[in-house]
Structure formats: structure tokens, C-alpha cells
């Protein structure tokens, strides 16, 4: 049943993205990290600039397996509403409605153990066709937690924040937090 789901979620998008170009443009992502938790919360922006309305469904990726992490929120911050979502593999699907004209902002926010290399995808963004205008991120790092190195190097670190802006974003790498 899952493979069958898996195969569907991945032909589906295709398939409707052909007729309707639903865009992912910015995302937000507050990380931090605990000697225990690395938590994530994220807003993602999705553009309709058609005429029509847009249903898909979304396969949001997790770098861990789905049973090693808590799903705390899938959120859809414009209307207001929960979103329902299945496990599939190592990540979530979710259905999502964009009116025509429309920007809708996804809430998603989940956590998982820390480990020595702590990872959230960013790859994913490349099967979109198109860079991120912006991404934000910040990652707050608890006492009990020393940073041995990160993938993509901060902007700047203030009272044990570190963050990072990006326009026109395409990541070709995924978010790593090294820690000793």
C-alpha cells in the first residue's frame, strides 16, 4: 500500500504540474537545538499565479525515518486550517488547495533526536525548477550544545543565533549542524 501511495504522490505532482504550475517561492526555518531535540519549524510559501485553482498534493521529505521523529504541525497559516497528513517513507503528504492568484503559507514544524550530524533537505527545492526568491533561517543553539561545523556558513551569530539569507536560493546541499 505504501509503495502504491509512494508511486501516485510521485507521478501525481508531475502530472499536475504540467496543467497547473503551482510555485514554491519562500520559506522561513527557525531551527534550534538541544543536547536532546533538534527541532524544526518552518513556514513555506506556495504561489498560484494561474487562473485556476490548484489542488496537489505535497510530499514533504524528512531526512530521518518517519518513526524516529514527532510531526508536531502541519498548518496551513492563510485559511486558517490543520492540514491531514500520511506517512509515506521518510516523510509526509499533505493535499492543499491554492485559490487562483493566490499565496498560501504552509506551517510545518516537527523535531527530532540530536544527533552528531544533524540534517534537514534542502535538495528537495531543485525538483521545484526554480530557486527560492528568499529563504531565511535561524538556529538557536542551547548551552548544553558546542557547534563543530554547518554546511552552508552563517551570516552572522548573535546571543548564540546564528543565521542565514538567501535570495534566489537553488541549495545543491542539504542544512547540516555538526556538534561535538
Known amino acids: ?66 518513526d524516529s521523529l514527532k510531526v508536531k504541525r502541519v498548518y496551513n497559516l492563510t485559511y486558517n486550517e490543520n492540514l491531514n497528513y500520511q506517512n509515506v517513507l521518510n516523510g509526509i503528504a499533505f493535499k492543499m488547495i491554492v485559490l487562483s492568484m493566490d499565496t498560501v503559507n504552509i506551517n510545518i514544524s516537527y523535531h527530532q533526536k540530536t544527533n552528531k550530524e544533524n540534517i534537514y533537505i534542502l535538495e528537495s527545492t531543485q525538483t521545484w525548477g526554480k530557486p527560492l526568491q528568499k529563504a531565511v533561517y535561524s538556529l538557536s543553539v542551547d548551552n548544553s550544545v558546542t557547534i563543530d561545523s554547518f554546511s552552508l556558513k552563517p551570516d552572522t551569530l548573535i546571543n548564540n543565533i546564528y543565521y542565514w539569507t538567501k535570495t534566489e536560493f537553488y541549495p545543491n546541499e542539504n542544512f547540516k549542524v555538526w556538534i561535538k
Do not use: C, H, W
Request: net charge positive; aromatic share 14%.
Open 1 to 66: 500500500m505504501n509503495r502504491l501511495l509512494f508511486v501516485v504522490l510521485m507521478v501525481s505532482p508531475q502530472f499536475m504540474m504540467a496543467q497547473k504550475k503551482l510555485e514554491f517561492v519562500n520559506e522561513k526555518i527557525d531551527f534550534s537545538i538541544t543536547s536532546s531535540l533538534f527541532t524544526i519549524n518552518g513556514i513555506y510559501v506556495f504561489a498560484n499565479n494561474t487562473e485556476n485553482i490548484i489542488r496537489q498534493t505535497i510530499l514533504f521529505q524528512f531526512s530521518n525515518k518517519i
